[in-house]
Structure formats: structure tokens, C-alpha cells
T-cell receptor, first 114, second 110 residues
Framework: DAGVIQSPRHEVTEMGQEVTLRCKPI?????LFWYRQTMMRGLELLIY????????DSGMPEDRFSAKMPNASFSTLKIQPSEPRDSAVYFC????????????FGDGTRLSIL | SQQGEEDPQALSIQEGENATMNCSYK?????LQWYRQNSGRGLVHLIL?????REKHSGRLRVTLDTSKKSSSLLITASRAADTASYFC??????????FGTGTRLAVRP
């Protein structure tokens, strides 16, 4: 079975540019999570969706960040405008119904903002 | 904020030895999960222990949970070079979110 698929794997762009990260969750999973991982702050939850609806976006750092899930098989995380401090690895994860279910992670997008 | 704090931050052992990692968390939990992350890859779920369980085994992995001390440990027996990775605990409290710890970097020397 295909796992969580993220694209691109690497993104290098200049400060001020718009960045769009993409995620395809595992088919049949009801939950989708976006995380950011840095050396300084570790793994932080940014936002998560249940059945395509955003449930908790309290981890989104500021208004420059937005996330959408137009259907059950696709989600985007957008940063506009990007800043050097947004440089990090961004992970998408999905899981089945709530409760005692593990999360399945993609291999992440390594984002570098110059 | 980090729910879990792992100890030690880094661990280096010889192949064949056992590796023990500890995790402490702050609030009451529904379950605690352990994940592994290889360099440049996403996290992979290893094992889940519920709040009413004290010990769980999966292959060479043994996890314990002490809710009175708000702590958990992960033991990897007979380690292999392929076990070299970072290991994270993740606590599920109320709701659907996991809060991850800071991780332990394990290096297994051949």
C-alpha cells in the first residue's frame, strides 16, 4: 500500500516567495496532520483535519501560514510570504479514526528560505 | 510546548547490547506511543501502550508505562546497526493530537 506522499521533497526559494507544500494521505484515513520539525523546537503540530475539516490550527505560527484540504486525498500547506525562519522540515501524517491509532508520516519536505 | 522529554538525548552502544530510552510527560494521557525516525525520513510508529497497561512487547521492543510517575521507557534488546535512528515518545491526552518529545539519538556501532 502507498504511504503518505509529500511533494516536493526539497524546496529552496527566496524570502518573500510563496511556498506550497502538498500531501496525499493514506486512502481511508480520516485524520491529516501537518507538523514542522526544527533542531531548536523539535516536532510541532501546526494544524490537523478530520474528514477534510480543520479542527485545530492553534499551532499555525502566524497568518502567513494557511492550510487547506479540498478533498479526502489532498492537502496543501501554504506560506506567503516566506521568511528565512520558516526553514524547516515539514511533515504530513494521517491516521484512521480517532482513538488509539498510530499516525503514518510522509518523508517530509525540506524547506530552505534564503 | 513539548509534552515529553526524552532521556538521554544521545546514546551510543555496541551492536548486541541493549538500549534503554526514557520519556517523561506532564499531563494525564490516554496512551503513549513510540516512533523511530531514520535520517532524512519521516517518523515510523513502533508501539502504542494504553494508560491502563503497564508493559508491552513487540519483537525486540519492550515498553513500560508508569502513570504514577508520568514516565515510560523503551528497551531495544540485542541492538543492530540498523537500529541507529532517533526515537521519540508521543503522548496522546484529550482530543486527537499527539505531543512529541524531544527525542533520543541512538547510534549502534557495528
Amino acid at each position: 500500500d502507498a504511504g503518505v506522499i509529500q511533494s516536493p521533497r526539497h524546496e529552496v526559494t527566496e524570502m518573500g516567495q510563496e511556498v506550497t507544500l502538498r500531501c496525499k494521505p493514506i486512502s481511508g484515513h480520516d485524520y491529516l496532520f501537518w507538523y514542522r520539525q526544527t533542531m531548536m523546537r523539535g516536532l510541532e503540530l501546526l494544524i490537523y483535519f478530520n474528514n477534510n475539516v480543520p479542527i485545530d490550527d492553534s499551532g499555525m505560527p502566524e497568518d502567513r501560514f494557511s492550510a487547506k484540504m479540498p478533498n479526502a486525498s489532498f492537502s496543501t500547506l501554504k506560506i506567503q510570504p516566506s521568511e528565512p525562519r520558516d526553514s524547516a522540515v515539514y511533515f504530513c501524517a494521517s491516521s484512521e479514526d480517532r482513538g488509539y491509532q498510530p499516525q503514518h508520516f510522509g518523508d517530509g519536505t525540506r524547506l530552505s528560505i534564503l | 510546548s513539548q509534552q515529553g522529554e526524552e532521556d538521554p538525548q544521545a546514546l551510543s552502544i555496541q551492536e548486541g547490547e541493549n538500549a534503554t530510552m526514557n520519556c517523561s510527560y506532564k499531563t494525564s494521557i490516554n496512551n503513549l506511543q513510540w516512533y523511530r525516525q531514520n535520517s532524512g525520513r519521516g517518523l515510523v510508529h513502533l508501539i502504542l501502550i494504553r494508560s491502563n497497561e503497564r508493559e508491552k512487547h513487540s519483537g525486540r521492543l519492550r515498553v513500560t508505562l508508569d502513570t504514577s510517575k508520568k514516565s515510560s521507557s523503551l528497551l531495544i534488546t540485542a541492538s543492530r546497526a540498523a537500529d541507529t535512528a532517533s526515537y521519540f515518545c508521543a503522548a496522546q491526552s484529550s482530543g486527537d493530537k499527539l505531543t512529541f518529545g524531544t527525542g533520543t539519538r541512538l547510534a549502534v556501532r557495528p
